[in-house]
Each structure stands twice: as C-alpha cells, then as structure tokens.
C-alpha cells in the first residue's frame, strides 16, 4: 500500500488509529498514575478531615475545662468555705457538725458546677493539698464525696445527687481522685490561669483542667480545682461511625516514628498515611502524663482498589470510543454539529458563572449536547435553589442562635449585645439605660408539683404577656430558667421606669391558664440604671440581679432599684455569714441570757425562755434579729441551734442543782432545724449528755411553721411529744393558723404575741383578741403565756383574763444565768410585795 496515494480520508483515518493506539496507551498509563494519585489524596484528606475535627473538639472541651474551672476565683461563697476548711481542719481534733456540712455545701457547688459543663468529674483540694470533696460521673448518676475524719482516721462520705443523706463508702472508679494533689505542673504554670493534663487508662483519655488559687501578693496556695472529661469508648465509635472509618486510641502503634505529634498548634499537612496492602492507617501522637498515646484511624483498601481497576477499564473503554468515533466523523461532525452548539453551551456556562441562574435557550441538537444543554439548564437550577436554600438555612441558624427556642424571645447572647450597643450609644449621647431583671416567684414550685410541661407553658405565657406590656423601642429577652430581662433606652425620668414596672407587676396579678390549670405567678423585679448603678454590661446586669433578690427578700411581688446602700447590704451580709461560719467554731462569741416566765396564779417563777446573743471579735454586737435569719438562710443555724439546745439545758439542770425549782425551761426552734437536721437524734443527745428530764424540755415554734400540712414535719411535732417534750407556739395570733388545724396540732401552750399586747388595756381590738386567744387555748387545754408585758395595767388585764403566765420587762428583763438564780431567790422571797 502507497502512503502517499491514499486519500486524505484515509490517512486522517490512519493517523487517528495511531493516535488513537498512543493516546490509549499514554493516556491510560497517565490515568492510572492520575486515580492512584487521587486514590492516595483521597484518603489523605479524609484522615485529615477525620483528626481536623478529633482536635477541633479536643481543643474546645479543653477550653470548655479551662473556663469550668475559673469559678474558683469568683465565688466567694465557695471561697469562704474552702477558707473555713483551710483554718479548721484538723483531723486530730475534727468538728465533724461544722467541717462536713461546709464540705457538703461545697459538694452540691461542685455537683452544680460539673453538670453546668457537661462534664465527668471535679475535685476540690485545700491549702495543704488535701482532697476536701469530689463529684463524679457514674453509671447511676452523679456521685458527690467528702473526707471527713473518724478519730483522726480518714474517711468518704458519699451519696448520689438525689439522695437524701451521705454514707460512708470505698468508691473505686477511675475518675476518683487522689487523697493528696498531684502537681503536674509548676507553680508558676497556674498562676494566672489553669492547666490541661491529659490521661490515659482502659483504652480510655481523660482531659483535666487544673486551676490553683493563690493567696494575694503571697505565693501561697489557697486551693487547687481539677475538672475532668472523659472520652468513653462510645465516643470513638460514634465518631468512627460519622466519618465512615476507624478511629481509636491506644498506647501503642505499629510505627510510631511517622506518628504526627500534637503541639499547641498542630499541622496536619505532614500527615503520613501508611499502607500495608490490607489497609490504610494513619496516627497522631499525643504527650500524655504517664505515656504516649495514638489516635489511630484505619480503613480498608479493598473498595479504593475495586473501583480503581473498574474505573480504569471504563475510562479506557470511553476513551476508545470517543477518540474512534472523533476520528472517523472529525471533519464533518466538528464542522456541522460542534462550532455553533459547543458556543451556545459555554455561554449558558459562562452566565452560570457570573451568577445568572435564570432559564437560558436550551441547544435543540436532538443528541448529548442538547442533554448537556438542558442538565446545565438544570443545574442552574439547582445551584439557584441550592443557594437560597443554604441563605435560608443561614438565616434561621443566625435568628436561633440569637433567639430563645422555647419563647421565640432574644436570648442572652443578643441581649448582650444590645446592651452592650445601648451603652455605647448612651455614653455618646450622655443618656440613660435601665435595666429590668425580672424572676417568676413560683415557678420551682409550678415545675415540682404540675411538671415541666406546664412550667413551659408558663414561661411562654409570661413572654407574651410581658411582650404586650414592652414598647416598641424595648427589648424584652429570656436569659434563661424563669429569668427575664427588660431593656429601655434613652431614659429622660426614672418615672417612666417604675411606671413600666408596675404594669409589669399589675398585668401578672391576672392569673395565667395553661392548659388545664390557672396558675396565679408573681414576680419580683430588680432594677439598675446606668450609668448610676454600673458602667459596663457585667456590673450593670449584676447589680439588678442584686436588687430582684432585694424585691424577693422583701417579700417578692415588688420592684425593687439597685442603690449603694444594697451594695453596702449585701456586703454586709456577707460580712455576717463568714463572721458566723468562724464563730461556730467553738461558739466562744456565743451566750444565753434568759427571760424569767411568771405564773399569775402561782405567784413565782415558773420557767425560763433561752434567748442567744452573739458578740463577734470581728463585728461587735449583732442583734439576733440580724443574724438569725442569714444563719436560717446558710443553714447555719444547724449547729447554732444544737449548741443553744446542749447550752440551755445544761444551765436548766446546774440551776436544779443550786435549788432553783422552776417546771420549764424554754428553747426557740427554727423551722430550718426541723426541716433540714435530724431534730428527733439531736434532742436525744443533749438529753444524753446533760441528763435533763424531758418535761422539762419545751420547744417555741413559729405559728407559720404549724401553718404546713407536710406530713414529716408533721410526724416530727409527734414525736417530741412522745418524748415527753412541750410544744408552745410562738407569737400566737401573728400567722394563718386555722382552728381545725390547731386542734390537730400536738402543741401544749400559746404564747401571746407582744404586738397584741402593748396595746392592752386600751385598744380594744387588742383587746378582743387577747381575749378570744386566751378563751381558744383554755377550750383546747392549752396553757396560755401573754409576751412583751410592761406595764401594771397589761398585768392586770391578763390576770382578770385568766392569763396562765406573764413574760416581759415588767418583771425582768433577759438576764445572765448567775443573774437569774439571783432573780429567783429575790423573787421566791418577796413574793407576797409582787402580788397586786
């Protein structure tokens, strides 16, 4: 065959089989090179994706950690426990009523804290690096844990977060931490912030943030803080299974010199994917305290390589047809059927590129560049929908993370940044902003008895009430719980505020049906206003968050504005409760006077009422009335009102001993003691050890304490009266007692409260109900007291009333013990010159 004769056809026909021939070698040789390439890239950039986001999240639990931890410098009510702690603790001579119920206050501060941040364990140790208390994460639920001493031997108590009392017990769990603190970095590492420190044990790691508290300008430690999150097995697996491969850790790996290390910042561009012709694998190595571990991903190769070899069969095969196909219809396909359609499908691709997604001319070909024509049709389309589906997406993200799901109000995020703008604004314009923070009264209440249904039923209910009570110009935001916050601008009178916050408590006196039930919720409002009462967000919210507890602690239902004197308050208080928590160290600032009781018909002293003084070395004189309610408050008043029982009654019986008869002696109660203490155990030590009879024994109890229908508390009355013990209600007439209720009520004595009684002879209202007190107590059998008795008049009204006992200044003020026996030997010998 003449190359040179044949025809141009079948030359171009000759040159395209041996092009065709070449270009299937060439290119087959290249695309197999090119998907062994992409294959490797492939898996390359799924394992870096994979440890991307195994980092990413390590990174923000540790961040999360670190920020669980620097409560510790903050929360003085903790800190002034761990100061407790610090200055009494000592295991020779362990005051085990004082140290463990601090220690049980901290444990429910920590079982709080570690829930707070979603996380698996926490530890508090003292000066001495000595464990204090623990809460950890269990199978059970969350387990909270002290050390205490038994006759300087060291003990744990623990019980789960909803159990009632404390145990004794020998946890074994690998998040249980050291009896000492274990330094795993220096000093100077936490000085100004905390430590990560990561563990490994069971295939398991732990991540640990340490946090030290450092005295001020001394080096010394106060207290150290480890917070620890756990990654279980599960959290592997899951993860394995959103990324569809196998991750794992362990300590070991089959070449831990291509092992990427895990620095502050790791790079994952020197990752190295080992093939073993079975499966990839790839490792990071992490530095932890005991040893090196691996983070380990491995995935088969068995798939990558069947879909390499078919993916090279029909490349080769499409390749071989187009480039026969090309060669025999070039000239006459090219020129009638490519120029002009491969034209008008770029410019429907170019028009996609400069984001023109409207319909375009669709080729009319009848062959693949018509179906070409119309899927680029189409996938304009697509990408059109695809982007205002994403704009969407990105606008509902945006609105919730600025928003409260459940009320559709602006969450705290975005009221923070209002507030944060507000004053921006207001410090340019040389305005004024007030901030509103509003707290349901009931709503705990509303969530234990009719569930957390109806509580959100109720929140959203309160949304939309206070939504059409704000102004436009408002901004009204759910900050979390039953907690609401109002913020308005450009404030001209503070007029205009306590308007809106009366609104606010008139609207919520209209009670709020959800569902089936009318629940009728008040709240208490607290109200700051910059720039008097702060300057910035923090103290701004701050201290209205300081006058809602004002609002509650006058009474709730009222709006209450932040002044200095609160803030003095507040400090003040503060100043009482860690004067208190020293002085019940041994309760030298502590003493007893006692009030003489005097029988009208007996003419001599029949009893005594114990009343507690405190002197303190720090504050002075503090008047009960002062501290009693902050020590009810703190619980407190658990070991104050045990050493008043112990007090009371072994003076009761010294003065039997000194021949002093008297048939009572006296001892106020508080509702929190028989609520929250063991009273029943309490009362049957003191007797133990002071040996005083029981009749001899009469507790006071408020009115609104009997007012309760709880069936322990209840049970509790029942029992002192099986014990022999008496029951006076005190400051009779001042509570809701009903008289049903009163006859149920194992009490054996009224005591007249002294508001009814200064009025006496007088007033006749006091009058009346002095009478109808004194008539109920002698039909129900009750002995009857008249308090607050000064005046000769008042004395002769209750004896013409048949009043039983008479209390006050007109005999004797509350006097020491060495003074009471005087008083009573006084007494017992001119008798006859008391008598009227």
């Known amino acids: 065959m003449n190359f040179a004769k044949t025809n141009l056809s079948n030359k171009l026909l000759l040159f395209v089989i041996g092009a065709v021939v070449i270009s299937i070698l060439t290119v087959?040789?290249?695309?197999?090179?090119?998907?062994?390439?992409?294959?490797?890239?492939?898996?390359?950039?799924?394992?870096?994706?994979?440890?991307?986001?195994?980092?990413?999240?390590?990174?923000?639990?540790?961040?999360?950690?670190?920020?669980?931890?620097r409560f510790i410098q903050t929360d003085e009510f903790l800190l002034a426990s761990i100061s407790l702690i610090n200055n009494y603790q000592n295991p020779l001579h362990y005051n085990a009523i004082l140290l463990d119920e601090e220690k049980k206050i901290i444990a429910k501060e920590l079982l709080k804290r570690v829930k707070i941040s979603l996380n698996h364990a926490i530890a508090l140790y003292g000066h001495n690096e000595e464990l204090i208390s623990y809460v950890i994460s269990t199978d059970l639920g969350y387990q909270m844990c002290f050390l205490s001493f038994i006759e300087a031997k060291q003990v744990t108590y623990c019980k789960y977060e909803h159990d009632d009392y404390y145990t004794l017990s020998n946890t074994q769990n690998e998040l249980v931490p050291n009896v000492r603190h274990k330094s795993y970095y220096k000093s100077d590492e936490v000085k100004n912030g905390s430590k990560i420190t990561y563990h490994y044990e069971d295939h398991e790691l732990f991540t640990t943030a340490h946090q030290s508290l450092y005295e001020s300008n001394n080096p010394s430690v106060i207290a150290h803080i480890k917070l620890t999150h756990r990654y279980p097995k599960s959290y592997y697996e899951n993860l394995s299974k959103d990324l569809d491969l196998l991750l794992f850790v362990n300590d070991s790996y089959a070449e831990p010199g291509k092992a990427l290390t895990i620095g502050e910042q790791p790079s994952l561009d020197n990752l190295a994917i080992i093939n073993d012709k079975e499966s990839y694998s790839s490792a990071l190595k992490l530095q932890a305290q005991d040893k090196e571990i691996y983070f380990i991903i491995t995935f088969g190769i068995e798939s990558f390589t069947k879909n390499l070899n078919e993916n090279r069969l029909q490349l080769l095969a499409v390749l071989g047809v187009i480039l026969i196909a090309i060669a025999l219809l070039f000239r006459l396909l090219f020129l009638r059927y490519l120029s002009r359609p491969m034209h008008a499908l770029m410019t429907q691709i170019i028009k996609i590129q400069k984001g023109d997604y409207s319909p375009s001319p669709v080729l009319q070909s009848g062959d693949e560049l018509e179906t070409i024509s119309q899927s680029i049709d189409l996938l304009a389309k697509a990408v059109d929908e695809r982007e205002n589906s994403l704009k969407l997406?990105?606008?509902?993200?945006?609105?919730?993370?600025?928003?409260?799901?459940?009320?559709?109000?602006?969450?705290?995020?975005?009221?923070?940044?209002?507030?944060?703008?507000?004053?921006?604004?207001?410090?340019?314009?040389?305005?004024?902003?007030?901030?509103?923070?509003?707290?349901?009264?009931?709503?705990?209440?509303?969530?234990?008895?009719?569930?957390?249904?109806?509580?959100?039923?109720?929140?959203?209910?309160?949304?939309?009430?206070?939504?059409?009570?704000?102004?436009?110009?408002?901004?009204?935001?759910?900050?979390?719980?039953?907690?609401?916050?109002?913020?308005?601008?450009?404030?001209?009178?503070?007029?205009?505020?306590?308007?809106?916050?009366?609104?606010?408590?008139?609207?919520?006196?209209?009670?709020?049906?959800?569902?089936?039930?009318?629940?009728?919720?008040?709240?208490?409002?607290?109200?700051?206003?910059?720039?008097?009462?702060?300057?910035?967000?923090?103290?701004?919210?701050?201290?209205?968050?300081?006058a809602m507890y004002k609002a509650k602690e006058e009474g709730r239902d009222r709006y209450h504005f932040f002044s200095t004197d609160l803030s003095m308050y507040i400090q003040e208080k503060i100043k009482i409760i860690d004067a208190l928590k020293s002085a019940i160290n041994d309760f030298s600032e502590f003493y007893l006077l006692y009030q003489p009781k005097i029988s009208l018909k007996e003419n001599r002293v029949v009893s005594l009422e114990a009343l507690i003084r405190w002197n303190s070395a720090e504050l002075g004189f503090i008047p009960p009335d002062r501290f009693i309610p902050i020590a009810e408050e703190t619980n407190l008043i658990l070991p104050i009102g045990a050493w008043v029982l112990e007090k009371a009654c072994s003076d009761f019986v010294k003065m039997q001993s000194l021949g002093i008869r008297l048939d009572k002696i006296s001892i106020n109660v508080s509702n929190v003691q028989i609520k929250h203490s063991n009273m029943i155990h309490t009362l049957k030590e003191v007797i133990?050890?002071?040996?005083?009879?029981?009749?001899?024994?009469?507790?006071?109890?408020?009115?609104?304490?009997?007012?309760?229908?709880?069936?322990?508390?209840?049970?509790?009355?029942?029992?002192?009266?099986?014990?022999?013990?008496?029951?006076?209600i005190d400051d009779f007439g001042t509570g809701y007692s009903s008289l049903s209720y009163l006859q149920r009520l194992p009490v054996t004595r009224l005591k007249i409260d002294k508001s009814f009684v200064e009025n006496l002879p007088g007033s006749s209202e006091s009058a009346a109900i002095a009478k109808a007190i004194i008539a109920m107590a002698k039909a129900f059998g009750l002995a009857i007291t008249a308090e607050g008795v000064e005046r000769e008049d008042q004395l002769e009204f209750l004896r013409a009333e048949n009043c039983d006992e008479i209390q006050g200044y007109y005999f004797s003020k509350p006097l020491r013990l060495e003074q009471v026996v005087t008083f009573c030997e006084d007494f017992r010998h001119n008798a006859t010159e008391h008598r009227p």
């Open 393 to 546: 997406s990105q606008e509902t993200l945006a609105y919730l993370s600025e928003h409260d799901s459940l009320t559709s109000l602006p969450n705290r995020r975005y009221f923070q940044l209002q507030l944060e703008h507000a004053l921006e604004l207001a410090k340019r314009n040389g305005t004024k902003v007030a901030l509103l923070f509003i707290d349901l009264d009931v709503f705990k209440h509303v969530n234990d008895t009719l569930g957390h249904d109806i509580g959100d039923l109720l929140l959203i209910n309160v949304a939309r009430r206070l939504e059409g009570i704000m102004r436009s110009a408002d901004t009204l935001a759910r900050i979390g719980g039953d907690e609401f916050n109002v913020l308005i601008q450009d404030i001209k009178e503070v007029m205009t505020v306590e308007y809106i916050a009366k609104k606010i408590l008139d609207d919520f006196n209209r009670p709020f049906i959800c569902g089936e039930h009318t629940i009728n919720a008040t709240c208490s409002i607290g109200i700051a206003i910059f720039p008097d009462d702060g300057r910035d967000t923090v103290t701004l919210s701050k201290n209205a968050d300081l």
């Open 688 to 728: 133990h050890k002071t040996k005083i009879e029981p009749r001899y024994i009469e507790l006071e109890i408020t009115e609104s304490y009997t007012a309760t229908n709880d069936k322990h508390e209840f049970d509790t009355l029942i029992e002192f009266r099986y014990m022999n013990i008496g029951l006076a």
């Open 28 to 69: 087959g040789l290249y695309v197999n090179e090119f998907l062994q390439e992409s294959n490797y890239k492939s898996t390359l950039k799924r394992t870096q994706h994979a440890f991307e986001r195994l980092l990413s999240e390590l990174h923000k639990n540790d961040e999360k950690l670190r920020r669980g931890v």
